[in-house]
Each structure stands twice: as C-alpha cells, then as structure tokens.
C-alpha cells in the first residue's frame, strides 16, 4: 500500500480514474516497486536501467535484483533512467512508471525468484525491450527521484510499525512461554534474568510506537516528515529485533521450532535493520539533514 502515495501525489488525473477505484476495491493490485539495481545498491541515483523514448511510448532496458511481489501484482512502479547521469545533478534523470503488467509482452520481463532467508517472494527482474505507452510516466520525465522520496517517507513509516508488531508478536509468545515453562521447580519467567530483558522490550517498543504514530501524524497532515519517518524506521526496526531476539532466547532450544512462530519473528524483523533502508543510510540521513554535517558518500 506505501507504493500507492506516489501515484495519489504525482500520478495525472487519468492515472488515478483508471486505476484508484479499481485498486480499493481489490480488483487491481499496486504491491511490487522496481527500483533496486545490483551495481546502484543503496545509491540508488546510479541505477542503469534505461527507459528510451520511441514514438508513443518508451522501451525499457535493465536489470533489477530485488523486486518484491512483482508475481502478485497487476500493476508495478518503476524507476528507471531517462537521461545520462549528470555527477552535478546527480538525482536528476531519473522517471518513475506505473507499468500496467497485464499489458506487457510476458517475453520482455523475465522474473527469477530470490530465495531468501524467510518467506517472501522476492524477484530478481530483467527488462528486455519492456515497451510501455507515454501515459504510464508518472508526473514529469526526469522528475522520479523527488517522486520516489515521496513515496519512502510513507514506506519508512509503514514498516516501521511492522516492525512493532512482530515484535510485540514475539514479546507475547516468550512471555506466554515464560509463565507455563518449569524448570529448576519454577516458571522460567520467575528469574529476572528473563523477565527484565522481555519488559525493557516492552518499553522499548512503546517509546518506539510514539515516533511511529507522530511521522504518520505529519505525513497525514501533508507536514514535513523525513527526519521523523526516518527515525520511526530505526528506532521500531531495532525494538523489533531486539524483542524477537530476545524471544528466541526465552524460549531456548524451542526458539528454533517452526511451532512457535518466534524463529520466524527472528528472520522477519531482521530485514528491517537493512530495508527498505539500511540502518546506516538512516543515520547518514540524520547526520546530514538534521546535523548539517558534510555528506560521507
Ligand atoms: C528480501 C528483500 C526484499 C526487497 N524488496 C525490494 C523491492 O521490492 N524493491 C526494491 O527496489 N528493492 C528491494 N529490496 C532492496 C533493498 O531495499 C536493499 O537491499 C537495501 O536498500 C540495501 O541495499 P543493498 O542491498 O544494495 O546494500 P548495499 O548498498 O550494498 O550496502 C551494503 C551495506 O553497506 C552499508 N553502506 C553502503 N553505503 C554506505 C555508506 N555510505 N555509509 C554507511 N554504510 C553504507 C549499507 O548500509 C549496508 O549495510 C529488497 C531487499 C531484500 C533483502
């Protein structure tokens, strides 16, 4: 759903007749978001994949390592390169398009499935001649990066509070298991020395929520939120893992069952620290942006 920001704030009106009523009403999905290039990685300004204008249209050329859902979805955002790279502007170039899949000739998208360390579907994608009308560009050619960061703020935010409720998930399990696990004669959640690190995630966890709900508060209210949305992603992503982290040791051995669900609260809430941005490209953010500090990358 975080996708769908862009194309309500930059998408034309006829972009939004045609696909808004259809995709609230669950008839057309909007969930898979083109942007990830192997050789880019989190410069995301330096991606490669090209979208040439040809007549009516534009044809796409490129390589994508991570495209999420993009099998579960009718219609995908894309970020693609519309001029050379120019070191003095160097997010400038860049467009975004809402490609509408069931349109496309299946043979100019190849989609092969990431394995990951949990269950996702994620893609690797190739684009080979992917022709796409004129009407799919979003807003003004060139002007998709500014559009994309629109779109992260609301992503951050969102995946923020995910990250709080698999760990406030977690925390419920090890506490459940804490109180009916006996061992030397007692609830192992009698010792403290399980009991303190599960409530200190507790609070961890509500003093991350408050910084969730305030960047959705000013995201809601059209204020600025870059600082706050990115803040929200870093505090919930760490209160999260912690949380799961520290479920996983409640529950010893059992952490590691797939019947207690805690060991998949593990895998997930770990990708947090690393997307939809790393925990260190947040902190650069923060260094930047609200420190003024001189930009290190
Ligand atoms: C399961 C999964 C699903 C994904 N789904 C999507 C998707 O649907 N669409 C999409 O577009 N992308 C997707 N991604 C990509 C994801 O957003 C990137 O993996 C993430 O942004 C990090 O980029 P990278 O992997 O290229 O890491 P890199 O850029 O290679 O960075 C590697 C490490 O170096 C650190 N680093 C790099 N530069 C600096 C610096 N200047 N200062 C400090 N540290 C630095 C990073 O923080 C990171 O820890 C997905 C990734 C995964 C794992």
Not at 115 to 139: K, Q, S
Not at 151 to 166: D, K, V
Not at 258 to 268: G, L, W
């Amino acid at each position: 759903m975080y996708i769908m920001g862009t194309l309500l704030r930059h998408g034309s009106e006829a972009q939004k007749a045609r696909y808004l009523p259809r995709i609230a009403s669950g008839e057309l999905r909007l969930q898979a978001f083109s942007v990830t290039e192997a050789e880019a990685g989190s410069d995301t300004t330096s991606i490669a994949t090209t979208a040439r204008r040809d007549g009516d249209g534009y044809v796409v050329d490129g390589h994508k390592n991570w495209t999420s859902r993009i099998a579960q979805s009718d219609l995908l955002l894309l970020l693609a390169r519309t001029a050379e790279r120019d070191e003095r502007a160097r997010s400038a170039g860049l467009s975004l398009f809402l490609v509408d899949l069931r349109e496309v000739r299946a043979e100019s998208i190849e989609v092969t499935q990431v394995r990951t360390m949990f269950n996702y579907a994620t893609n690797e994608v190739r684009y080979r001649g992917l022709r796409i009308p004129a009407a799919a560009l979003i807003g003004e050619e060139g002007e998709g990066f500014r559009y994309l960061l629109d779109g992260l703020n609301p992503e951050r935010i969102l995946l923020g509070a995910e990250a709080l409720g698999m760990g406030r998930a977690a925390i419920r399990h090890a506490a459940r298991y804490a109180k009916e696990r006996i061992v030397f004669d007692r609830p192992i959640g009698q010792n403290q020395g399980i009991a303190f690190p599960l409530a200190d995630s507790v609070a961890r966890l509500d003093a991350a929520e408050l910084i969730v709900r305030n960047a959705a508060w000013r995201y809601d209210r059209g204020l600025p939120c870059g600082r706050e949305a990115n803040v929200a992603k870093y505090l919930a992503a760490e209160a999260g893992f912690t949380a799961a982290d520290r479920a996983m040791q409640t529950l010893g051995g059992m952490g590691y069952a797939t019947e207690y669900h805690v060991e998949r609260y593990f895998r997930e809430a770990r990708i947090l620290r690393l997307a939809p941005v790393s925990q260190e490209m947040v902190l650069n953010y923060v260094a930047q942006h609200v420190l003024d500090l001189p930009r290190s990358y």
